[in-house]
């Protein structure tokens, strides 16, 4: 079995871990995806990959937050820590607006 690129903690909490892949995450139809690279995190607008190999081929993992593995369920805030040692705040209420994608705490390495 091949290792996750990411962790999930708490409720809705993931955490990059592997550089090389990029993180393409889903919550439900109507949310926008967002992508998690090593430099950092904003809104994804490829277009998604059909299923996880195609993911793979573009040096991606799909995360679908509604999957069982996952969290189970749409969220309505996320969480995101990066590589580069920040964590995000995704408040998909305001999908659209500047407040969607926020820094929620930046780590000192």
């Known amino acids: 079995m091949q290792e996750k690129p990411y962790l999930t903690s708490g409720r809705n909490t993931i955490i990059h871990k592997i550089r ?59 969480f995101i820590q990066t590589l580069n040692g920040k964590e995000y705040k995704i408040d998909y209420s305001k999908a659209g607006t500047p407040l969607f994608i926020r820094i929620h705490q930046d780590s000192i390495f």
């Open 20 to 78: 090389k892949l990029d993180l393409i995450v889903v919550n439900g139809d109507d949310n926008p995806a967002i992508i998690v690279t090593h430099k950092g995190i904003k809104e994804y607008t490829g277009k998604i990959p059909e299923n996880k190999r195609d993911a793979k081929f573009n040096d991606q993992e799909l995360v679908d937050v509604t999957m069982g593995d996952v969290f189970g369920d749409e969220k309505t805030l996320l």
